[in-house]
Structure formats: C-alpha cells, structure tokens
C-alpha cells in the first residue's frame, strides 16, 4: 500500500522534474496549431509507433465530435515522465489527457491528482471496459475505480533463435527454469554468437527490470512486511548472483552497458542465442525488415523457479488529471483512442502490425492480427495474464509492483542499486559489495516507512 504521506516526497521531485521539463515540450498532430472554434483538449503522450499512429487518426476523433480540438504535446519517455509528473503533482492544469504508467496510476488516484474513470466507462455502454486484461485492469485501480485506461501493454518473455537451437540440437521445455536457460546459453555461448543477451545498463527502467523478475523467482523480495530491507537475504543474493555470473560468462560483450535495443538488434541480427526481456521486442523481431531471424523466432514463458509467472507487467495508458477543466471531453477522446472498436479501425486502416497491443482481451481474437501474430500472440496474452502486480513475490510484501516498486522512491532507491548490480556485471564489483551497498540504500527508504506507520 501507498501511504497519503508520501505526497510531499512526490511533490519534492516534481519541483525538481520541473526544471528538467521547462523548453522539452513538441507540438505535433491535430489541431496542434490550430486555434479559436469550440474546446481544446490538450494531450501529453509518449513519443512511440503506436503514439504516432493515434496522431495521424486524430482528425478522424475531431470530425467525429465537433467543436472539440486537439492538442498533442509529444514527448520522449524521460520528458514525458519529467513534465507531465510536475504539472499533475502540482495542479498545474496545462494537461487535460496524460499518458502514464501502472507505476503512476495507483500513486497518483490515492494522492487525488487523477479523476475516476469508471462512472465515465459505466455510463458508456459500448466501451466494454471488462475486454481489458483483467491483470492492467487491477493494476489500474484504486479502490474499485479505475484511474487511467490502457492503451499499450506488455509483459516479458523468452525469445530465441529456433534455427541455433535445432542446428545444435538443444530443447528448452515449455516452461523452463533458470539453470536449464543458463545450461543452453553455456552450450549455444561462442566467438561469434551469446549465449543469451540479458540487459545490464544501470537504470530503475533498465537492468532491474528483468533482473526484479528472477529475483520474484528465487523467492527474493526487496523489503518484508514491516519493511525491513531485504536485499541481503539469501534468495536476493543467489538471483543476482545468477544474473550476473550468467550474463558474464555466457552473455554479450559490453553488457554493463547494454539495454533493450541493444539486446533487440543482437537477436535480431543472428548474434544471440536467447533474450528475456519484453514482449514489445517481436515488432522488430518479426519484422523481415529489421530482423534476419524473423519467423524463427521461438517464445517461451518468463523462467521459472520458486515461483512461476514472473513475466513483469507495463502499460501506457491515458488519464485525466483533476486539475483538467474539460474533463467530459477529455473523456471522449480517452474513450475513443482505448475502445475496442479503435484498435479493429487500427487493423483494417493502417494493417495489422500497426495494432496496439496487450490492452484487450478482443485485440487477440481479431482476424487479420491472429494471422500475424501466430509465434506470439498467445505467449504474450499468457504472459500478462500471469502477471499480476499486486502479488508479485512468493513472500508477502508492503508494495505492488512486478519489475518495480510502486513506491516515490523507487526512482532513486531503484537508480542506485541498479548502478550497484551494473558495476558487478563490469567486474568492477563483487555481487557480495553491491548487494551490501545496495541493502543499505533500501534501509533508509524501509526506515521512513516505519516511522510513518
């Protein structure tokens, strides 16, 4: 649970993100330039594919509700995070529709900076707000109310390449542990090609987020019930210490400095062997453009160990803040780029790979994005099927959150430890140190929750 006090550690940050936010902001798509005549909805999103799409379909929504105008802000993730966080936080009103995450969303709806969009899904009675996967539905919620409606959504799965695996003889099972992943990577290890590719670049967004899975794996936890640190325990020490030694011995060079593109373009290009990471990655996988392995590319769920499951669980998605004084029409548009009935028009207009995915269960059972999406349609809808937030250890925890802490202080308390597990991935470090550094930076975020309970 996330206590109403840690409002101020959030407005803290925001005061800070401010500054990084001031001369960020890009205008682009429907009535971005336009003025006067009716409403304007002012839109800040994320800058990605799917993003882009919904601008280019955007005069279709305008068409279709006259009088209401749109503006985009459109940002790259670190400065959508940045000013959106200090416009929200502090009531700034300059948003009416936001792009968030599940990170945010139970944060912001406890702290009051979000409106309530179930009475505006009840009362629309072809929205269908029970098609969303019911995990994102959970993971958007507070108390009973959903806060922000998805869009995009992801887990994180196995990827390899099946040509490597059947030349050398080698069979993963349908559900694998850990070791047996890191036995094919010794095997499949070479000169020329990793054995597997496993992020290692510092970041909360970045290395831990694979590397929070296998700890949820080997029965770790970041704090206990009554938040005392756990990142000395023993299941904490032996996923990292599996994490690192198998990404040292049989991973790709320069792995300290390696994230998700990275790892990407290295399947993609026949020079890995495996990759765990999220299930966004078949778009360039799949893609005969971008990929010398597409439609070789074989799927199999987040390994498994103590607890299965482990896929993590991400989502953009889109909210209204409270501070928006056009609430009822920044509704129509939230309504219009989620709906079901958006994603069949993505599908038939723009082609099926243009489909936002992992938000609706109907996306799945779609005809022409069935016949794409064959290897890993059904691999990715298990993944966040399994994936659920609010249960994400075999322990119980104080928080919610699969590949991070729904926690303000995450963000940093996330950024130092994963500077700590980079630099034993370098070699730079002992797993032992980091860890021992790392149990530290987790005490004192643990402390301030003890004192306020």
Known sequence: MIRR???RRLLGAAAALTALAVGATGCSGAGALSGG???????????????????????????ANPGVRLKFITLSENEARAKITASVSTGGGEFDVVMISNYETRMWAENGWLANLSPYMDADSGYDAGD?????????????GMYSAPFYGESSFLMYNKR????NGIQLPAEPTW??????????NSRDVAGICLRGKPGWGEVLAPLDTVINAYGGRWFDEEWNAQLNSPEVAAAVKFYVDTVRRYGEAGAASTGFQECGNLLAQGQAAMWYDS?????SLESRETSTIAGDVGYLPAPKMAKGGNGWLYTWSLGIPSSSERKGDAWKFISWMTDKKYIEHVAEKLGPSHVPPGSRMSTYELPAYKEISGPFGKPTLDAMLAADQ??????PVPYTGIQFLAIP????LGTRVSQQISAAIAGQISVEDALTQSQKYAEVVGKSYQRKG
């Open 37 to 63: 005549g009716g409403s304007s909805v002012t839109v800040a999103m994320v800058s990605n594919s799917q993003m882009t799409d919904a601008v280019s379909l955007a005069p279709e929504f305008e068409r």
């Open 390 to 395: 609010g249960r994400p250890t075999v322990q």
């Open 179 to 188: 070791p047996e992943v890191a036995d094919a990577a010794a095997k499949l």
């Open 132 to 144: 969303f996967i019911p995990t994102l539905r959970e993971a958007l919620s507070y108390n009973g």
């Open 279 to 283: 299930t966004a990655a078949v778009s």
């Open 5 to 7: 006090s840690s409002t």
């Open 409 to 412: 202080e995450f963000q940093d």
């Open 164 to 167: 490597l695996f059947a030349a």
